[in-house]
């Protein structure tokens, strides 16, 4: 079966420094990996999608992720924090549904 | 630009009652889900449904929930007898398709609460 591991359920972060979430995943065939966002009080909003093709994928708001097969991990960055960026991140991995990690809770600090 | 609608936002119900949670998926999508994120948890699968019938469902999903596409636009969660537990966020998705690569788009969510 196919998961996924988020590092650190809370992460904090000073406004213009670099974020970075990560996630491991688990699968015996070709992953399809996503990274959601959830804002307070809202849905669940995709960042961006790692199919196939090129390993690094840039998503909205300035994120991107990198997925590196050799140390199964797919961590989601971005160069500089901002304000807004406060929010929950999911990982997660396409199997016939979709297979969320537990979140990370990014902080931004003034 | 398309897409899920939930509602009501937020629901409260008392202990033993049944609650009906409506989605409006997008229009031509074909696969329908069904998630629930408990307070300060992951978001786990519940559901998911094609061709008007359930395609797979998780351990949560037992004898106390049913879904159902009732028309061709609404697609519902119904919850018979709500427990303290089943208090949550339910979130509706829906694909175009299941292939591997094709995100699910969610909807806002509805926030249920039993009293």
């Known amino acids: 079966a196919q998961s996924v591991t988020q590092l650190g359920s809370h992460v904090s972060v000073s406004e213009g420094a670099l974020v970075l979430l990560r996630c491991n995943y688990s699968?015996?065939?070709?992953?399809?990996l996503f990274w959601y966002v959830q804002y307070p009080n809202q849905g669940l909003q995709l960042l961006l999608k790692y199919t196939t093709g090129a390993t690094l994928v840039k998503g909205i708001n300035g994120f991107e992720a990198e997925f590196k097969k050799s140390e199964t991990s797919f961590h989601l960055t971005k160069p500089s924090a901002h304000m807004s960026d406060a929010a929950e991140y999911f990982c997660?991995?396409?199997?016939?549904?979709?297979?969320f990690g537990k979140g990370t809770r990014l902080h931004i600090l003034p | 630009e398309p897409e899920v609608t939930q509602t009501p936002s937020h629901q409260v119900t008392q202990m033993g009652q049944e609650v009906i949670l409506r989605c409006v998926p997008i229009?031509?999508?074909?696969?329908f889900y069904w998630y629930r994120q408990i307070l300060g948890q992951k978001v786990e699968f519940l559901v998911s449904?094609?061709?008007?019938?359930?395609?797979?469902k998780s351990e949560i999903f037992d004898d106390q929930f049913s879904v159902e596409r009732p028309d061709g636009s609404n697609f519902t969660l119904k919850i018979r007898s709500t427990k303290l537990e089943d208090s949550a966020m339910y979130f509706c998705?829906?694909?175009?398709?299941?292939?591997?690569?094709?995100?699910?788009?969610f909807g806002q969510g509805t926030r249920l609460t039993v009293v």
């Open positions: 229009s031509n999508h074909l696969y």
């Open positions: 699968s015996s065939v070709p992953p399809y």
């Open positions: 998705a829906s694909s175009p398709r299941v292939g591997m690569n094709t995100e699910a788009f």
């Open positions: 997660a991995v396409r199997d016939d549904k979709i297979i």
């Open positions: 449904f094609y061709n008007n019938e359930i395609s797979e």
